[in-house]
């Protein structure tokens, strides 16, 4: 028998550093223009934080705006996860941390680790134990410092990533707006294409993994390109279909903020217009597990979120992890 309890996000709050990296900045960094940057990916400038800021000071600030929004305090917490590629240390888990600093006495925790689509994965994680009846307020939150593991010498991946985080509240859903349905893969076959070689047990940070470079991000830029357009639309198309809905129906769909073109020749692909898609990556480049839920504050703050609305949230990530989320936004 379905369990009637659905999940709901009953808060929102996102938060990236101030400091900025703009077009004109990494012109004088590498050699490339802001006209094929904003042309090949759509971004603009991304906010980098400062040394000595982690994601689980990004984490906090988030959670802190979603705890206001909500007016509660982080001892109503009963667990924290926290999406990321980028935590504090390998341990302990970032969650952790979070937790301390939230005053989050009651609650447990950990890290989720499924890089761009780590946020929506945390979702799941979350909706399920509040749908399960174990827990009433839970804290989901995605945040990555990617500056930190970036090459600042490689054109191909520092003008696309930047630092930020979001982090919602959820709870039972009070009427029947809340979580719908979800679709995720894996194609682990993919992980050479997307991935930080070094620092962890297969290559343990020595002198020559520094040399290397192998603590920075690599990748098989078109490849992933031509991946995630694919997946993008093919876990949203079978989400949808599998719930009776189509393209029209989408109030709202919020993509992993990646590449403009990624989200463009999805949405082309699925028939969804302009105005039913969010894009914000102009503004913030690629955060990783923060795109999503920066994406929703962007909605909000243009006034395209409403109660009940139908929204669609994808990704796809470094894995490869593929995620689709169906909702309906439910305050
Ligand atoms: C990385 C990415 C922007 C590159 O764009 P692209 O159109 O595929 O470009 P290519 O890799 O084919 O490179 C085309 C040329 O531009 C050059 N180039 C790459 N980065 C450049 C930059 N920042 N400025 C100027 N030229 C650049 C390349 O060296 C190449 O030159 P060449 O033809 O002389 O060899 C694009 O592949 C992409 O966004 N991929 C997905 C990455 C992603 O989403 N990662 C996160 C997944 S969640």
């Not at 990783?288 to 929204?311: C, E, F, N, V």
Request: glycine share 10%; net charge neutral.
């Amino acid at each position: 028998m379905a369990n009637p309890v659905r999940a709901r996000i009953s808060a929102l709050g996102a938060f990236a550093p101030p400091r900025l990296l703009t077009n004109a900045d990494l012109e004088k960094m590498v050699e490339t223009s802001d006209q094929w940057i904003f042309e090949r990916t759509g971004i603009r400038q991304r906010h980098i934080a400062e040394k000595g800021v982690a994601a689980s000071h990004l984490a906090v600030e988030a959670a802190n705006r979603a705890l206001k929004e909500r007016g509660i305090s982080g001892s109503e917490l009963e667990a924290i996860f926290v999406a990321t590629v980028t935590p504090d240390m390998m341990f302990p888990a970032t969650a952790c941390l979070v937790q301390d600093r939230l005053g989050a006495k009651g609650a447990w925790g950990y890290d989720i680790s499924a890089a761009c689509s780590g946020f929506i994965y945390a979702l799941q994680t979350g909706a399920k134990f509040v749908e399960s009846g174990a827990h009433k307020k839970i804290m989901v939150i995605g945040s990555d410092i990617m500056s930190s593991i970036i090459d600042y010498t490689d054109r191909a991946t520092c003008v696309i990533f930047g630092d930020g985080a979001g982090a919602v509240v959820f709870e039972p859903a009070t009427d029947g707006d809340g979580f719908i349905d979800f679709h995720h893969e894996v194609d682990g076959s993919g992980g050479c294409s997307l991935r930080m070689p070094g620092g962890g047990s297969l290559n343990p940070a020595t002198h020559e993994t520094v040399d290397k470079k192998m603590h920075f991000v690599h990748q098989d830029g078109q490849s992933v390109f031509k991946y995630a357009v694919r997946k993008m639309v093919e876990a949203s198309e079978t989400l949808l279909a599998r719930n009776g809905f189509t393209a029209k129906d989408v109030n709202l769909f919020v993509p992993h903020q990646a590449n403009k073109r990624i989200i463009s020749s999805s949405a082309e692909r699925m028939g969804l217009r302009d105005d039913q898609v969010i894009v914000n990556i102009d503004e913030y480049g690629n955060t990783t597990a923060g795109t999503i839920p920066l994406a929703l504050d962007s909605a909000r703050s243009q006034g395209r979120l409403k109660k009940g609305d139908l929204l669609l949230l994808a990704a796809v990530g470094a894995g490869f992890t593929v995620g689709a989320t169906l909702l309906r936004w439910a305050y």
